[in-house]
């Protein structure tokens, strides 16, 4: 009787733990999540900003209206927190399969300075082909990331290049160009990609 007792204990504390994670998950990032109105980015059709892509086609917020879309900002000397993103933003459009092909994915850069479309081009290269690099100058970069609500900056060590800490998290907006979630850095692919169907069916 003993060890069936403590079996079912131990099943019924699984089931209290499981409970209680989703119940943060549906509170936090699920249907029923709540954001403050500051924090939240700007729909993309408040937005107004004009950037360039990796091929040096003229973008801006309008580019993504039409199509669920996946932003991200970061860098490409990012050590990394950008390629572990890029990485994974890879990973869950393999998980979509071809549905993959009705999403906008751009990664646009922090650090302008050094990020120009030929090294947006190499390194978005590195990634899922649908994934495109966007720049542009730094006035340019800071009004993109002011509608976004990303915060950013140089950090100069004593003795060594420059960094840049910025906001890690991705955001998804429905094809109507609506903030609908983010996605945390190193958040499991059983979360994101269920995120990301929900953004495309709105």
């Not at 850069?109 to 082909?129: I, L, S």
């Not at 840049?164 to 998290?169: E, G």
């Not at 991705?170 to 995120?195: C, I, M, Q, W």
Request: proline residues 7%; contains cysteine; charged residues 20%.
């Amino acid at each position: 009787m003993r060890p069936h007792r403590a079996l079912v204990a131990g099943a019924a504390a699984i089931c209290v733990l499981a409970l209680t994670l989703f119940v943060g998950w549906w509170q936090k990032d699920g249907p029923s999540a709540r954001q403050e109105p500051g924090q939240r980015p700007d729909s993309l059709t408040a937005m107004a900003f004009r950037l360039i892509d990796h091929e040096g086609q003229n973008v801006g917020p309008e580019t993504l209206i039409g199509q669920p879309s996946l932003v991200f900002f970061g860098f490409t000397f990012c050590p990394d927190v950008c390629p572990t993103t890029l990485s994974d933003i890879s990973d869950w459009l393999d998980a979509l399969g071809e549905d993959a092909d009705r999403l906008n994915v751009v990664f646009i850069t922090v650090d302008p300075e050094r990020d120009t479309t030929e090294a947006m081009a190499e390194y978005v290269g590195y990634f899922h082909p649908v994934i495109r690099g966007w720049t542009g100058a730094p006035e340019k970069i800071a009004e993109a990331a002011s509608g976004f609500r990303v915060r950013y900056e140089k950090v100069a060590p004593d003795g060594g290049d420059y960094t840049m800490n910025h906001t890690a998290s991705v955001f998804l907006f429905n094809a109507n160009g609506r903030f609908v979630s983010t996605v945390d850095y190193h958040e499991p692919r059983e979360f994101a990609v269920p995120k990301i169907r929900r953004a495309m069916q709105e």
